[in-house]
């Protein structure tokens, strides 16, 4: 090959100053602004019909920043012309006619936040389409108008599909694949129309029970049917830092393998629960950008007679609905279960999306007196009822019945809640529980005489112990009535 061929394919060379111009040029399709938080952004075309966000100084944006500037020089710009773009950029979206905007994660609203015109979701696939949900009903449409954030793990969402046939109700086959009660069924509902709403304070569901009782699998499937994401399921973080920033690029948050909390992480949960205000320091010298982040939680608590007893504070109990699973006999695959939960995904979003519509239509219509647990959770999901197949009475008493707080981990308080079952209290002597008490829990997790179990009954939270002589009477601790009647 000559010298003059060998020139034509190399790179075209220009200086610094050129390069900054250059990827300016390039970048003449994106659009700068700032979040309400402060932060700076830069709206960019993902496809004919759609944009995506991208934080300016994320390296998202300047790797396609420098992709654009290869598809035209064939070699990388400066690292001093990178910066020296992405400063006029900041500059622009600072100084620019473009309005400060609301970044949101999965899904987003127009209106008031608690009482919307409408609610978007986005589906996070190739071709950038959301789902507008309005009282009337729900369309998927373009994203051309509104700024979702896409995190990296994120999933795409399907197309919500309607039902096959009129007699097919695709909640009956979710709670037949995971094999769950009519209460159990009626909390994951409640859980999963929580979260279409846009707006906290959001439940934490915790899912309770011993092992093969298919906690973790119902905790990814439920997860899915909103918020997919290459890892659903992840550890409990150590710091209230690292809790806000998985808050920041996630909609569901599901924490595997909970057997205590620190007292720090449990006033985080709560607080991201109902919303917390989170600072995220920029470079530059730059005001910290500042934004209010709110998010539904599942919390997986196995049933282990290893671990010691853990106490929630009345804080993280007071946002929870707990679910109870038991041991399955004879437990599926979870390739298999996943495999059929695949097909219901499409007409499962659909069906939220239903409810949710009718949320959006009926919400203002809504009075429930003296709802003492999860007020604004309940009274959407009241909301939402007609199109979930539900009936308001049944999502009251999901959060109202006693069983549905959780208290912790404590064995002890585990066996006497089985003991106790349906009923509202057992009568008996000490001796006569604890032989009770031995059918249903190992020994070694039960106070080893009479007299250590009746000394030890006191200290077991979600109970009242009453004693008449050697007659101990013991009860359930009931939540006050969320339908009583207006003083």
Not at 171 to 179: A, H, M
């Amino acid at each position: 090959m000559n010298g003059y061929a060998e020139a034509k394919l190399m790179p075209r060379r220009i200086t610094q100053s050129d390069q900054a111009l250059a990827l300016l040029y390039h970048a003449r399709a994106a659009t700068p602004f700032f979040s309400q938080g402060g932060e700076p952004c830069a709206s960019i075309p993902s496809s004919v019909d759609s944009r995506r966000v991208l934080p300016l100084r994320s390296a998202d944006f300047r790797d396609w920043l420098t992709a654009n500037y290869y598809a035209e020089y064939e070699t990388a710009p400066s690292s001093v012309a990178l910066r020296a773009a992405l400063r006029t950029l900041e500059a622009r979206a600072q100084a620019g006619s473009a309005a400060a905007q609301k970044v949101d994660t999965r899904v987003s609203f127009e209106g008031d936040p608690f009482a919307p015109s409408k609610i978007f979701l986005d589906l996070a696939n190739e071709a950038g389409e959301i789902l507008e949900i309005t009282s009337q009903g729900w369309r998927v449409t373009d994203n051309l108008r509104h700024t979702f954030r896409q995190a990296p793990g994120m999933l795409p969402l399907p197309i919500p599909a309607g039902r096959q046939s009129p007699a097919a109700d695709p909640g009956l086959f979710f709670s037949t694949l995971f094999r769950l009660s009519p209460q159990a069924w009626t909390r994951a509902l409640f859980f999963l129309a929580s979260s279409m709403r846009p707006s906290g304070p959001y439940p934490i569901l915790v899912l309770r029970g011993p092992a093969s009782s298919g906690k973790s699998t119902l905790a990814r499937a439920l997860r899915m049917l909103i918020d997919p994401s290459s890892a659903p399921l992840r550890r409990l973080p150590a710091s209230d830092r690292e809790l806000a920033h998985r808050a920041q690029h996630n909609w569901v948050l599901v924490f595997d393998h909970v057997h205590r909390i620190p007292i720090k992480i449990c006033e985080a949960l709560c607080a991201i629960s109902s919303g917390e205000g989170i600072e995220t320091t920029q470079t530059d010298f730059r005001d910290p950008a500042v934004a209010e982040i709110a998010r539904p939680m599942v919390l997986i608590a196995p049933l282990d007679e290893a671990q010691a007893p853990f106490t929630a504070p009345r804080s993280l109990a007071n946002r929870s609905i707990a679910m109870d699973l038991a041991a399955i006999e004879a437990p599926r695959t979870e390739a298999a279960v996943m495999a059929d939960f695949e097909a219901l995904r499409a007409p499962m979003l659909a069906m939220l999306a239903d409810g949710a519509s009718a949320a959006l239509r009926n919400i203002r219509d809504i009075d429930l007196a003296h709802v003492t647990r999860l007020p604004d959770s309940t009274a959407w999901v009241a909301a939402a009822a007609p199109a979930l197949g539900l009936a308001p009475e049944a999502i009251v008493e999901a959060v109202s019945d006693p069983d549905a707080v959780w208290l912790g981990t404590d064995p002890l308080r585990e066996a006497v809640y089985a003991l106790l079952g349906p009923s509202a209290s057992w009568t008996g002597n000490s001796a006569s529980l604890l032989t009770s008490l031995r059918t249903l829990a190992p020994q070694a997790t039960l106070p080893g005489s009479p007299k250590a179990l009746g000394q030890a009954l006191g200290r077991v939270p979600g109970i009242s112990v009453s004693r008449d002589g050697q007659i101990l009477k013991i009860a359930k601790i009931a939540i006050q009535s969320a339908t009583s009647p207006n003083p």
